[in-house]
């Protein structure tokens, strides 16, 4: 591991749902997480526990009522909503359980949209689409919307839109749980082939403790607070 600085800082990250309120839920007290350059982390945490929220706080779709984020050491509390809004199209991919993909496009379109909307020109933007769709094995496949994928290679078009704009952090929130184990095990390793082939780094949330042993290191977060 190279000493450049963290690609990503989460630092004493606190939530509270419903703040004031009889039915005042506090999820995160004082959080911290680091990922370094090309380190791949398991997250686990049982249902309801915040992991989620976490990673909505880490990839900039939530902000945390204290306590600092940092991407590739820049402070994010600093920025406007537009810059947060640039700054996570630009540095972090994130699949969640579900693949989300829209159902009128093509695989390859899916892939190709991100990037579009970064300013990348529709012909480079396919050519990349293409290239990320053939390595996850999926070449054949890319002119076929999502209702004519299975539910594989539906999240292994996920994985290439994710990455389609070249993020260097990864968030992926139980990214194999709405699939059979087989499958599971098998989109899981189509997913940690493409981390460790791009360099960048990752973190994962998974009830599966078997996933999370193929990962560098595992948090746990329990109570609010990651350990």
Known sequence: ?????????LEGISKTYNKGRPNEVQVLTEAGVTLKPGEVVALVAPSGAGK?????????????????VRLAGRDMSRLGDHARTVARRRQVGFVYQFHHLLPEFTALENVALPQLANGVA???????????LDRVGLAARRDHRPAALSGGEQQRVAFCRALANAPALLLADEPT?????????????????????TGLSALIATHNLGLAERMDRTLHLDAGRVT
């Open 52 to 68: 989620s929220t976490l990673l909505h706080i880490a990839g900039l779709l939530d902000t945390p009522d204290s306590g600092a």
């Open 177 to 197: 749980g709405n699939l059979d184990p087989a499958t599971s095990d098998q989109v899981f390793g189509v997913l940690m082939e493409l981390v460790r082939d």
């Open 122 to 132: 529709r012909a480079e933007a396919d050519a990349r689409a293409a290239e990320l």
């Open 1 to 9: 591991m190279n000493e450049e600085a963290p690609v990503l800082t």
